[in-house]
């Protein structure tokens, strides 16, 4: 169908409509970006993509949206970046690492085992963790440092 031409790939919508979800166009298009993305994106970066095919659609539109799917358990919200805050539709128990130079976060998918010693878990009954690693991804340690000019003296 014609129609569907805009819609690149099927997502399963079951979840979203059983939240009740409005699905609009826009919407949608936010929920297809989303799905499968391991980026990690700000709301601000999936505004500047979904814009590009709804260009009259509002940032409160993602937000807000952003905020039912997260308010709903959908996405996670990560903290991990000090600017912005960070979106992943992987709901599954992972960890992250955060490049502290371009930003980008990727998955870590392994098992820590850290015990909270009984004299410091304030009575609580621990259930999971996440672990937020930082350092600089490999394309940023191999970046070549400036040429040291005579200013620098
Ligand atoms: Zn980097
Ligand atoms: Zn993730």
Redesign the pocket.
């Known amino acids: 169908m014609r129609n569907n031409s805009e819609i690149k790939k099927s997502i399963d919508l079951g979840k979203y409509r059983e939240i009740g979800l409005k699905l609009t166009p826009q919407r949608l298009a936010i929920l297809e970006y989303l799905d499968g993305n391991t980026s990690h994106p700000s709301a601000e970066d999936i505004y500047r993509v979904v814009k590009r095919r709804f260009p009259t659609m509002s940032f409160a539109t993602v937000y807000n949206t952003l905020e039912i799917l997260r308010k709903r358990g959908l996405i996670l919200e990560l903290i991990i970046d000090p600017e912005r805050k960070r979106y992943d539709p992987n709901i599954e128990p992972h960890h992250h690492i955060i490049?502290i130079?371009?930003?980008?976060i990727v998955d870590v998918y392994m098992d820590f085992e850290v015990k909270i010693p009984d004299a410091h878990s304030h009575g609580f009954k621990v259930l999971g963790n996440h672990i937020e690693f930082y350092g600089?991804?490999?394309?940023?340690?191999t970046e070549r440092p400036p040429l040291r000019g005579k200013k620098d003296n």
């Open positions: 490049c130079k371009c930003k980008r600089l991804c490999n394309e940023c340690r």
